[in-house]
């Protein structure tokens, strides 16, 4: 059966008379984004998505070419219970892709996304898409550095989207222009291709989409266990594959797949994590690239509190928790020992959740 929906730009369904008049610089999408017509067919949508309870049905959708972040929040519709909006159950937000690796861009992303996204709205977490460059990449291919991000999307409050390959580390490819079978990316064939691996290197994004879209790399055996041997496939297998792979991470206990799995189980094991409220913490003293906040849940006989301490540093930190805590549930260093009564130490680029 089918679970829900994924809206691909839901904001384009309906268009102006007039979309021939959008003026490419200025207003290229005024009459074709957007339309009135379309935020009331996503609320007939929910409607009809509502009339199926066993399982409920879902709908998350991608809206393209906002410039105004509560455009976005328009398609969740308007709050009609505590716990219910009549549009979308949920929109994409780019901005959680296009965070920077530091405390401060972190602490002002969330705070914001907690003030624009009160419950019963729900701000979505992503790392990457099938559009945009791949995260690891944008972190230098750092798999510590992977680790801290994946414990805030998976921890924060919000609705985590893993893009294939995100678990295990795929790198960011590089397929010149004349190669390209993305539509996008045959549009640009004037680019000379050193521009384009100039962009990519100064400020990580590409107009070849093919780059984050190469086959799953599953094992080490040629195509990487995506299509047989001596088959070309659609697009080539990103170079690296042979330890970059399912089969390799899933036996390394300090591996990107090992962490993420260790993550999933604890936010599906804690309602604190999956469904608690955010708050930011207030750490006396701590040095600017420490990341604190606490989840917290509370219902009839079940309660729990956690905190989560990320470090974007290259560097060891150390701080004070603002309570007493009893244990480490997890850390992307396994092998550590991070309490001393109230004092945690973090190493470099490390990232935990207490209790």
């Known amino acids: 059966g089918v679970d829900g929906f994924r809206l691909d730009i839901i904001n384009s369904i309906f268009e102006e008379v007039d979309v021939r008049k959008n003026k490419r610089l200025f207003h290229p999408y005024r009459y074709n984004l957007n339309h009135p017509d379309t935020l009331q067919f996503v609320k ?111 921890t924060a409050r919000g609705i985590p989207f893993v893009y294939y390959g995100e678990e295990i580390g795929m790198i960011q490819d590089s397929i010149p222009l004349k190669s390209a079978q993305d539509p996008m990316a ?99 003293n701590a040095p600017k690239s420490l990341l604190a906040y606490e989840r917290g849940f509370n219902l009839r006989e079940q309660s729990e509190n956690m905190q989560c301490f990320l470090n974007f540093s290259k560097k060891s930190i150390q701080c004070q928790a603002p309570r007493a805590l009893e244990r480490v549930l997890f850390s992307t260093h396994q092998d550590t020992s991070p309490i001393q009564g109230t004092a945690i130490n973090l190493a470099p680029f490390e990232a935990m959740i207490l209790k």
């Open 186 to 284: 045959q549009k640009f064939l004037w680019i000379p291709q050193w521009v384009m691996e100039l962009t990519k290197k100064l400020v990580c994004e590409t107009l070849n989409r093919d780059e984050v879209r190469t086959p799953m790399q599953w094992d080490a055996s040629p195509n990487a266990g995506f299509s047989e041997e001596g088959v070309r496939t659609w697009l080539p297998v990103t170079k690296g594959y042979e330890k970059i792979n399912v089969a390799h991470e899933t036996s390394d206990q300090e591996s990107l797949l090992i962490c993420y799995k260790r993550l999933l189980r604890l936010r599906s094991e804690h309602p604190a994590l999956n469904s608690g409220v955010f708050a930011l913490l207030n750490v006396k």
């Open 44 to 154: 007939d949508l929910r409607k009809i998505m509502d009339e199926f309870s066993d399982p409920e049905r879902f709908l998350v959708g991608e809206v393209v070419g906002v410039g105004s972040k509560p455009l976005i929040k328009n398609y969740y519709g308007e709050v009609v219970s505590p716990a219910k909006t009549n549009g979308l159950h949920l929109a994409f937000h780019p901005q959680t892709m296009r965070v920077g690796f530091s405390a401060k861009a972190y602490h002002r992303l969330f705070k914001q996304l907690e003030v624009d996204y009160t419950e019963p709205y729900i701000p979505t977490l992503l790392s990457t898409n099938h559009d945009t460059f791949r995260r690891i990449s944008r972190l230098g291919n750092d798999v510590r550095k992977a680790k801290v991000s994946a414990v805030f999307q998976l």
